[in-house]
């Protein structure tokens, strides 16, 4: 059963994947309803290409998958949190996460 979601107006959800071993945030993508039921059944990071306009499940077509081990949502229902088995580095860019830039100050 999924809960109770507050979409944004667009009917999309920020989605946050943690390495479930490490805890190293790994990258934020977009979820809406249909992406989160289909992560929820099939236990693969899926979500929603803004710039497409459709499903993606990560590493559908670079081998690097997400095994997603739990899916909570935070206090306000607002943010998805996935913790995950990152197979392969989880940036496009191939680094290990989408936050290597360091910090902004």
């Not at 996935?82 to 910090?103: K, W």
Request: negative net charge.
């Amino acid at each position: 059963m999924i809960p109770e979601v507050n979409y944004n107006s667009a009917g999309l959800v920020p989605a946050i994947a943690q390495d479930a071993e490490t805890g190293a945030v790994l990258m934020l993508a977009w979820m809406n309803a249909e992406a989160l039921a289909a992560t929820l059944e099939t236990r693969r990071g899926t979500y929603w290409s803004r710039s497409r306009n459709q499903l993606w499940v990560k590493g559908e077509t670079s081998g690097h998958i997400q095994h997603v081990r739990s899916v909570a949502l935070d206090c306000d229902a607002d943010t998805v949190l996935l913790q995950v088995e990152q197979i392969g580095p989880a940036c496009h860019t191939g680094q290990p996460t989408c936050f290597t830039e360091g910090e902004i100050s």
